[in-house]
């Protein structure tokens, strides 16, 4: 397949293209800058509305990760403002642009998040849950609703609402890594939040599914079937880096270091089930905790 893909040095872009690359995918990286290396890129700049129609005519799908990390410091307006318009803008331009085409792709993967549920307590989670409230849904909203041109054009849309993800190279799991290895590790607030998570590696195999299941298409819950309490991933995590992990934040300490952030990433709880991933029948390769934290740390 013909493959163009944005937000490619991301924490999911980089081992995407890896795994496509070795499938022998003619692989083409949507940057803003180009570099001097022979890989394949086509040059774009989202924040001045700049994406050449004749650069993305012909590709196969079209797989758009790219995005301001929610995580990169606290959220100022302007912190705020960069995550929304990086989302938002970006699958705007792209959506359009293909939807533009003469030859437009079969299919569109553009990244989402769970965080389009709100904290929800207890509350099991299906794509067919209403939003909550709150700045990232609000943000997940306008991002899904951005991929529209592209659905409507025919080009089968596969939004996946990613739940945390495991990697040992960056994301929650590698901030968390340095504390816990420490044995100053704990649980945030009550605890009692629900995690969803997933491995990298069911990531991109979800990804790859994406590309020739046509069943999937619209929201797709990117997590395992067995969404954690913060008290049990704390607990699992200490387990498997052989560490205590006694050292509790509280949630006024939270919300004191990150402000709103910590309302809505690490306090908020979603119990989220990948319902429209088992109807399409992905097996999933890391379904559980332990497992899972024991093959992405190699423990």
């Keep these: 397949?013909?493959?163009?893909?944005?937000?490619?040095?991301?924490?999911?872009?980089?081992?995407?293209?890896?795994?496509?690359?070795?499938?022998?995918?003619?692989?083409?990286?949507?940057?803003?800058?180009?570099?001097?290396?022979?890989?394949?890129?086509?040059?774009?700049?989202?924040?001045?509305?700049?994406?050449?129609?004749?650069?993305?005519?012909?590709?196969?799908?079209?797989?758009?990760?790219?995005?301001?990390?929610?995580?990169?410091?606290?959220?100022?307006?302007?912190?705020?403002?960069?995550?929304?318009?990086?989302?938002?803008?970006?699958?705007?331009?792209?959506?359009?642009?293909?939807?533009?085409?003469?030859?437009?792709?079969?299919?569109?993967?553009?990244?989402?998040?769970?965080?389009?549920y709100g904290d929800r307590g207890d509350e099991l989670l299906n794509e067919n849950s209403k939003p909550g409230t709150g700045f990232l849904v609000d943000v997940c909203r306008e991002w899904e609703a951005a991929a529209e041109p592209a659905e409507q054009r025919g080009i089968r849309t596969v939004k996946l609402r990613f739940g945390m993800i495991l990697s040992p190279t960056g994301g929650a799991l590698g901030k968390m890594l340095t504390p816990f290895r420490m044995g100053v590790g704990g649980i945030i607030g009550s605890g009692n939040q629900y995690i969803s998570w997933i491995t990298i590696d069911d990531v991109v195999g979800i990804i790859q599914e994406s590309l020739k299941n046509d069943s999937l298409k619209g929201p797709v819950n990117t997590v395992t079937p067995n969404p954690v309490t913060n008290r049990e991933f704390t607990k699992t995590l200490g387990k498997v880096l052989g560490r205590l992990t006694i050292f509790p934040v509280p949630s006024f300490g939270a919300r004191l270091a990150f402000g709103q952030m910590a309302d809505e990433l690490l306090l908020a709880s979603q119990r989220v089930e990948p319902a429209r991933l088992k109807s399409a029948g992905y097996q999933f390769r890391f379904p559980n905790l332990e497992g899972a934290l024991r093959h992405v740390l190699n423990k």
């Design 1 to 116: 397949m013909k493959l163009l893909i944005s937000g490619s040095t991301g924490l999911v872009g980089s081992t995407l293209v890896q795994a496509v690359a070795a499938n022998k995918d003619d692989v083409y990286r949507l940057v803003r800058k180009k570099n001097d290396s022979s890989e394949k890129t086509v040059l774009w700049n989202p924040s001045d509305g700049q994406l050449n129609p004749a650069d993305i005519e012909g590709f196969d799908a079209v797989i758009h990760l790219a995005g301001e990390s929610i995580a990169a410091g606290r959220w100022t307006d302007q912190q705020k403002a960069k995550i929304r318009d990086s989302r938002v803008n970006g699958t705007t331009l792209l959506s359009k642009t293909l939807a533009s085409l003469k030859q437009p792709p079969k299919v569109l993967v553009s990244a989402s998040a769970i965080g389009i």
